[in-house]
């Protein structure tokens, strides 16, 4: 059974978000530190093109974020 709350909107200050946005949010919180552990790491020695290592990290975490929710 899918929880009936997964597919209602947010309301927040009068303003209605779709409940794709809590996914999106929660994306971003986990995203930002992992970002910074890659500047660290320097990864882009080893990635080709870093925007989209970026990107598909970013859609591979949302997704399973999304899955999880």
Known sequence: MI????????NFCGIYLPPFFLSLLLT???YLPLH????RME????VWNRPVWELGLFIIL???ITFIL
């Not at 990864?43 to 080893?46: D, E, F, G, M, V």
């Open 3 to 10: 929880p009936h709350f997964l597919f209602q909107e947010i």
């Open 28 to 30: 971003g919180l986990v």
């Open 36 to 39: 910074r552990c890659w500047d």
């Open 43 to 46: 990864i882009q020695r080893w």
């Open 62 to 64: 949302l997704s399973l």
